[in-house]
């Protein structure tokens, strides 16, 4: 079982960085005259800080001025990640300024990984630029399975995403708080099941409030249950489905590539293995009200891999709310609004059922259609 650590250095606050990176921020003419720590008589009766202020005193074209260089520190309340404190300060300096009687935010930058501060002049929107690899969407595959049939090529395929999530969820990681942040993210979050709820029509004929309520408060139930399984913290991908992956092509040989890693490289297995094998169902119930035929070998072909090579069988006490997202998203009007109406019932009613047991039962999946 593989370990994971994410031990950084601290970051060294040099006068000939901050000195170089007021040059870059204000211009050439920019000279820093001192600097010290902000205060020394504490927070008064506040225990808990978020960083350590340095006072910075410099001028510009002969004009002195005065600021606070701010650091947030990494903490259990969502800021376990440089991006997470980079998102709050990007709120302050832009939302800062807009508020009459605020202070007003000068300038905001980075550390790099020599420890230099690097400006970000007039942000409005960032960007990602990556690798274009080749290969084609897997979702095809399942495509051609509906209209021609199963090959033995698919099964392989299966069994390689399978036997690779699990070299992937071996790498662990001990943080009882980030494996609860990422239970908390599943429910609560804005693009995770409450959130993906309030983007439902409201009300919605096929499922209507009363039953949207009475799931919410069994998912409560489950973020407890969840509450003994924090060592099961591992790497993931996160939203390991048919649309993010690339099927690759060589002569003979096929292999994949995976795209879009969201929220975060560490949570629960669980996630990955539902989010991917939930796919074979909504395309198994085109034309049939259960799970049957190509689509359920291509499912037990998956979780059998996955098992063998993971060896989780505590996956089955902890699956069923993660299957109830990925639902949410695979059964969403707006996000996949061609479903006809009984494979979307299906895919409500399976949420609802899938919550009643302890634990899932993968080799007789068809009575939680019923």
Known sequence: MRKGTEEKPAIVVRPEAVEQYLREAF?????MLGAGAMGSGGQGMKEFGYGKPVCLEFEVDGQVRRGVLSIMRGDKYGHQFYWDRAAILMFQFEAGGAMEKHV???ALGYFDQDDRLVPVARPKEFFLLSEM??????????QRIQKTGLEARDLDMVRSFATWLARVHSLKKDDADLYLRRVRNLIGASECI????????HPYSLFPPQRFCAL?????????????????LSEVHGDFHPWNVLIQEAGDTRDFAVLDRSRGQWGEPADDVATMSLNF???????????????ERLFMAFW???????????????????????????ASPQWYPGHPEDVRRGLLRFLENVLGDERFDCQNFNRYMR
């Not at 211009?27 to 000279?31: K, S």
């Open 133 to 142: 690899a080749p290969g084609y969407d897997y979702y095809l595959d399942l």
């Open 304 to 330: 059998e891999t996955y098992l063998r090579h993971a060896g989780d069988d505590e996956i089955f006490s902890v699956i069923a709310p993660f299957y109830v997202f990925r639902g949410l998203v695979v």
């Open 27 to 31: 211009g050439p003419t920019a000279r």
């Open 194 to 201: 409450f959130g993906l709820v309030d983007a439902y029509p």
């Open 104 to 106: 007003r935010p000068m």
């Open 281 to 295: 169902v909504l395309f198994g119930l085109y034309g049939h009200k259960e799970l049957t035929g190509d689509f």
């Open 216 to 232: 919410e408060k069994r998912i409560i139930d489950w973020r407890w249950k969840l509450r003994g399984f924090t060592h099961r």
